[in-house]
């Protein structure tokens, strides 16, 4: 007989909790319909981030964009690194004199003009 009044209160009380949980007992939704509808807004965040929203792309559409640019882009950069390298090298002072201003220079030391 003890072993019954125990099962019918784990009943009771399993029940108890399904009940507060499906928001059977409260005027606002219970924690599974409060999960469920996190669950769904976290969802349509996650699709509009890939997809977009509106006329705005997403990140699927800004790969398309790289795929099918990516060759210019990266011909625009090697373009803008060289500039800033010749910057550079003329800034420090290192470049070289073309061979023939000083082959013509050497036959000007070697001739004493």
């Known amino acids: 007989m003890d072993c019954q009044h125990e099962l019918e209160t ?3 009380h399993l029940s108890a909790f399904l009940r507060s949980e499906l928001g059977y007992h409260a005027d606002g939704p ?6 469920l509808q996190e669950h769904e807004e976290m969802l349509t965040q996650i699709n509009d981030t890939l997809r977009g929203r509106g006329d705005e792309l997403g990140l699927v559409g800004w790969v398309a ?3 099918r640019t990516w060759i210019a882009m990266v011909a625009l950069l090697g ?3 060289g500039y800033v390298l010749n910057d550079v090298v003329d800034a420090i002072g290192l470049h ?3 061979d ?3 082959a013509s220079m050497k036959g000007d030391a070697m001739n004493g003009t």
Request: proline letters at 5%.
């Open 96 to 98: 070289r004199a073309p």
């Open 65 to 67: 964009v790289l795929r």
């Open 79 to 81: 373009m803008a690194l």
């Open 10 to 12: 784990q009943v009771v």
């Open 30 to 35: 219970g924690a599974v319909q409060r999960e």
């Open 100 to 102: 023939r201003v000083t």
